[in-house]
């Protein structure tokens, strides 16, 4: 009897891709939860809109009144008929409502997943809430009780390892398109501990996890258009869910829209329709939350660029975003310096010609752009280069030509595979004390505030990755949460 097939594919491989799929998504998971740094700031209200949407159907925060108050105002704001209040000037926000001053893209994908976690721990708080552990720290008293409010840095911490975990699958399927199962798992879990996804996104509920799903998503349907065209056209719908999730995401749609313009013109309406349910109802919204096609988060600009000074800080910036020890990407992902050789060689072999060049231009554009707001270019309150952390998915598929490259010739142990195993480790050690250790993130604090002092990024002398460890910790007092807005 024939061995059954799946598009010319023996099922019994097909069944083991999907299985390490899922396994290497499980370690991703099972990992990032035993990972005991919570980071909970600017994301602090994502838990509360989302339990708002699953009980009241709103988007408000107006039965977190005494919570906002308690928070001193912090990443909310009150819009009201006329006008848009921030600080303490909001008051009890009387005649208007409190919203999260963050995407509402993030608590809406999320709520599916909070949802889940209330039924669990509401159903096993009578089994925990009695542990010790309960007693260790309120956050995690609060959350054995079944108190997703009181224990929204732990709650995040969960559904942003899932987000991180699902990322991770993506990245494996990706790259079993174009290589064997073991090599595309090492892949998926050099993303999931050797870059940010480990140090920033799993760590609290911000928009870098999930923005790293939807970018992850895109570029699969991409790369797999080649043989399934149709699937350019999904591209469109994750692409405008990621724009719902962080604005700089508007450079993955264009270049998506620009891409299937280029290779897949017959699927270009298509790619709009898939858009176009995610886009209006994003912008319905709006409208009816604050009269105005976009909410005041995108409304953000950067300074203009009409003086040699303001100049100079741009060049900083962009040097900053890649070098500096504190925020530098080639320094906390050291990696990345493979992926640069990947999208040479992609261009050079013309490898999936034409993506790899739209990606490699997107990756551009969001370093200019997020080193355009020289006020803010080190990502406040962070651990390494989170302004770029969103483009990990992309460095990680421009790994695929290099790793395609070394089993052409047998996986010899040049120097080329000595280098990328060594820069791996640091990668992993660097991101790993982001994970476990408090004191690189007290970097942040002290001896003064980065965002007063932000040249302390460019220190070599108390790089932030060594702080605590081959440096002296300043302080060994806890961190209050969400020191500064992120952007």
Excluded at 303 to 328: C, T, V
Aim: aromatic share 12%; with cysteine.
């Amino acid at each position: 009897m024939a061995a059954r097939t799946t598009g010319g594919t023996p099922q019994w491989e097909v069944t083991f891709r999907r299985g390490t799929a899922w396994l290497v998504a499980l370690l991703a998971f099972v990992g990032h939860c035993l990972s005991p740094r919570l980071t909970s700031g600017d994301s602090r209200w994502t838990v509360p809109v989302a339990l708002s949407l699953l009980d009241r159907y709103d988007a408000d925060l107006d039965e977190y009144r005494d919570l906002v108050r308690a928070d001193q105002y912090y990443g909310v704001e009150c819009v009201q008929q006329d006008r848009i209040l921030q600080g303490p000037e909001i008051g009890d926000c009387r005649g208007g409502h409190i919203y999260n001053w963050y995407p509402i893209g993030v608590p809406v994908l999320a709520a599916p997943f909070v949802a889940v976690l209330r039924w669990v721990t509401h159903a096993a708080s009578p089994w925990l809430r009695d542990l010790p552990m309960a007693n260790w720290h309120p956050i995690l008293g609060a959350f054995l009780r079944g108190d997703l409010v009181g224990g929204r840095a732990l709650a995040e911490m969960l559904v942003a390892s899932v987000f991180v975990a699902l990322t991770t699958f993506v990245l494996y399927r990706t790259a079993n398109l174009f290589l064997p199962s073991r090599h595309s798992a090492a892949l998926a879990l050099i993303f999931a501990y050797a870059t940010p996804a480990w140090s920033t996104a799993s760590r609290a509920l911000y928009q870098h996890a999930p923005s790293m799903l939807m970018i992850a998503l895109t570029v699969h349907l991409l790369a797999a258009a080649r043989k399934s065209p149709a699937k350019a056209s999904l591209a469109g719908l994750t692409a405008a869910i990621a724009c719902a999730i962080r604005p700089t995401n508007v450079l993955l749609a264009v270049t998506v829209l620009a891409y299937v313009l280029h290779k897949h013109r017959d699927r270009f309406i298509a790619c709009l329709a898939w858009a176009s349910p995610v886009a209006l109802a994003f912008v319905a919204f709006n409208l009816a939350t604050y009269k105005a096609l976009l909410p005041s988060y995108y409304k953000l600009r950067p300074p203009p660029l009409d003086s040699w000074e303001a100049g100079y800080k741009f060049l900083e910036a962009l040097a900053g975003n890649l070098i500096s020890p504190s925020r530098g990407l080639l320094v906390f992902v050291p990696i990345a310096a493979f992926s640069v050789m990947g999208a040479f060689r992609a261009l050079r072999t013309s490898w999936l010609k034409p993506l790899p060049g739209y990606l490699i231009i997107l990756f551009l554009a969001h370093w200019l752009t997020v080193s355009r707001f020289t006020g803010y270019w080190w990502g406040g309150h962070s651990y390494g280069p989170r302004l770029l952390s969103d483009m990990t998915p992309v460095l990680i598929f421009l790994l695929i030509p290099v790793v395609a490259a070394w089993r052409q010739t047998g996986w010899k142990w040049g120097a080329s595979q000595v280098l990328f195993a060594a820069l791996l480790v640091i990668s992993v050690v660097i991101h790993a004390r982001g994970a476990f250790h408090t004191a690189v993130h007290l970097w942040n604090r002290f001896p003064v505030d980065v965002d007063l002092r932000p040249e302390r990024v460019w220190d070599w002398s108390d790089p932030q990755f060594l702080r605590g460890w081959l440096s002296c910790p300043v302080h060994s007092v806890a961190e209050p949460p969400g020191a500064s807005p992120a952007r």
